[in-house]
Structure formats: structure tokens, C-alpha cells
């Protein structure tokens, strides 16, 4: 076999071996947030050696994991349309899709704010956020968020949720369908309650002018 032929082979190789060590990273995070390079390595089924030359340490891989993990959320939020159809359920859609991938990476959740300002995450999720913020802000324009609610408030919220679900689920105090059935029910409510607070107003202003 020509060198030709084995460079795009070994590279292909390359790519596999860090593919396997990343969703090792990810399914064994989930489990133990505490999890060793060499358990990793273990579970990926490669060398401490070959993950030595993918990443430099526990940082890298951690590092790279989230990058992988915010893309994916990014895609899953941009293919749940949320520039389409009414506000409310735009949003429904988009935590759907973005809780179905955080569930694979919970364990991102509990260690990467020990390990990141909160400043440094928030610059890093911009991409996956950035299609929320304009959604929250055509849902206070056509009034079905409340828009006393500042965004990025409203942003903080919507993620501190996630957090929340994911850590409920790695705590096993919540299944996932059950988290997500949760998650999606206080953000509804957080965004639009007051809309049920306008009738109640209205009758008690109707009471007081008969009176």
C-alpha cells in the first residue's frame, strides 16, 4: 500500500479514536462527574497514549466536549424552526430539541461551572442562544411573553431550567421525560403568566367601577 493511501486511512482512525474518546467522556460524565482520563480511555477502548495525543489533559477534553456539545445545540435549536409560527410554541419546540441533547451531555452541566466563570460559559453557548434571544424578543412584541421580562434575564432563566432538569436527572430524583415535562411547564409559565393575570385584573377593575 502507497503512504498516499495510508495518510487519509490513518487519519480517518485519528477521527474514530477521538469521536470514541469524546462519547466515552460524555456517557461516563453523566454517571460520575469526577471520572479519570483513565476510565475514559478504558471505555473508548484506546490507549492512555492515544488520548494523551488527542488531548493534552482533563481540560482539553472537557474543553472539546463542550465545543461538540454546543454545536450539537445549536443545530438542534436552529432545525426546531424558531423564527416559525407563534411564539409560544416556537419555544416549546426549541426546548424540546435542545433538552434531547443536553440529556447526552448532563454531565457537562455539573462540571463545567466548577471549572468556567460563568461569564466564560455564557460566550461560549452565544451560538446556541443567540436564535433564543431573538425569539424571546418577537414573543414580547407580540405580547405572548411578558415583556416586563427583560431577554436576558429571561435567558438566564430559560438556561438555569436546563441546569436544573439536567442536575434533577443526574441526581436520579427525575426521569428525563418526566424533567422535561417539568422544565417545560415552569418556562411556560415564567414567560407567560401574565397573560392569566390580565382577566383577574380586568374583573377586579369592572368590580370597582360598579361599586
Known amino acids: 500500500m502507497s503512504s498516499f493511501a495510508a495518510e487519509p486511512a490513518g487519519r480517518a482512525d485519528a477521527c474514530r479514536n477521538a469521536e ?21 480511555a478504558g471505555r473508548a477502548g484506546v490507549s492512555r497514549a492515544t ?32 423564527g416559525e409560527g407563534p411564539a409560544a410554541e416556537a419555544m416549546e419546540r426549541v426546548l424540546r430539541a435542545a433538552w434531547q441533547v443536553v440529556g447526552r451531555y448532563r454531565g457537562l452541566v455539573i462540571v463545567n461551572p466548577r471549572r468556567l466563570p460563568r461569564a466564560e460559559l455564557r460566550r461560549r ?22 415583556p416586563e421580562l427583560p431577554v436576558e434575564w429571561t435567558v438566564g432563566v430559560i438556561t438555569d431550567l436546563i441546569h436544573a432538569a439536567s442536575g434533577q436527572v443526574s441526581a436520579g430524583t427525575m426521569r428525563p ?16 403568566g401574565h397573560q392569566a393575570s390580565r382577566p383577574r385584573a380586568a374583573g377586579a377593575r369592572g368590580a370597582r367601577s360598579r361599586s
Open 20 to 40: 470514541r474518546i469524546l462519547d466515552a467522556t460524555a456517557e461516563l460524565l453523566a454517571g460520575d462527574p469526577a471520572v479519570s482520563l483513565e476510565q475514559v
Open 51 to 82: 488520548l494523551y495525543h488527542h488531548f493534552a489533559g482533563r481540560d482539553a477534553l472537557l474543553d472539546a466536549l463542550t465545543d461538540r456539545s454546543i454545536a450539537e445545540v445549536t443545530a438542534a435549536v436552529e432545525s426546531a424552526r424558531p
Open 125 to 146: 453557548l452565544a451560538p446556541a442562544l443567540a436564535p433564543v434571544r431573538s425569539l424571546l424578543r418577537r414573543g414580547r412584541r407580540s405580547g405572548e411573553f411578558d
Open 177 to 192: 421525560q418526566q424533567a422535561e415535562r417539568v422544565l417545560l411547564r415552569t418556562a411556560a409559565a415564567a414567560l407567560t
